[in-house]
């Protein structure tokens, strides 16, 4: 019975004793340390924490940016490749207009949207606004079978890149307007696979974040597109002017 009661008098003391070991500068006796200090004890304790819970949050996020862009090959077997397309479309919060129609299909702030689209299953969809959107190169694949598609606005969006920009070769017959203006993650090298479009009539690469020569890149954009009107706002010209051209008379005496 001694025992049992010495053992609970020790449980007793031990969250005083916690109290105590986590105020270290309650005591008169020693000076609180100053405020930098005490903030750098506190994230070399918390730090580890932080990072997890920050890398939880980043995979959380790309985890649900690719099931947003994931295939709907269920709903394209069911209802259709153009039906499957316009509801991924809608999904992202985007707007489409299929051929030979005048109205839209958009979705509101919400993310609701009409389902009206389903009596167009036979219809090709001509028109696709995805900007400031989520789609990525994963996703693009739910528009390959668009082969009418003439119009593709990806303005703002932060998934397009590079690699994206190589596969818009499947609409190389069909496609006469693109716009990838103010795009984060687009390169020069990026750029230089349009080429492929050639029936490009307007090409928007205003605000490109990554370029870093834009009035060669635009040179070198209306040398391989000559059809095409080149869209490139956004840009200061006046300080890179006269080492571009230098660059384009080098690059002229090399291949002359």
Not at 3 to 12: D, E, K, Q, Y
Not at 202 to 229: A, N, T, W, Y
């Amino acid at each position: 019975m001694a025992a049992a009661l010495r053992s609970l008098h020790r449980c007793c003391q031990l969250p005083a004793l916690l109290v105590v070991a986590r105020r270290p500068w309650s005591s008169s006796s020693m000076t609180r340390p100053p405020v930098h200090t005490r903030l750098l004890l506190y994230l070399t304790q918390h730090f580890y924490d932080v990072e997890m819970l920050l890398t939880w949050m980043f995979n959380r996020k790309r985890t649900g940016i690719q099931k947003k862009n994931a295939y709907l090959g269920y709903a394209a077997s069911l209802y259709g490749p153009q039906v499957a397309a316009a509801h991924f479309i809608l999904t992202l919060k985007g707007g489409l207009r299929f051929k030979n129609q005048s109205d839209w299909f958009r979705a509101n702030t919400k993310g609701k949207f009409s389902w009206d689209f389903v009596n167009y299953k036979d219809v090709q969809i001509e028109e696709i606004d995805l900007s400031n959107t989520m789609v990525n190169y994963r996703g693009l694949e739910n528009l390959d079978t668009q082969r009418s598609l003439r119009t593709l606005s990806l303005k703002g969006c932060p998934e397009v890149d590079d690699w994206f920009l190589a596969r818009l070769h499947v609409f190389q017959d069909s496609l006469e307007e693109l716009d990838i203006s103010h795009c984060p993650h687009i390169t020069t090298g990026g750029l230089a696979a349009l080429r492929n479009l050639k029936g490009l009539k307007r090409l928007d690469v205003s605000s490109l974040p990554r370029i870093q020569s834009p009035g060669l890149v635009v040179i070198l954009l209306e040398d391989m597109l000559p059809k095409c009107d080149i869209v490139a706002t956004g840009y200061d010209y006046s300080f890179v002017q006269e080492d571009e051209e230098s660059k384009v008379q080098h690059m002229q005496g090399q291949s002359a």
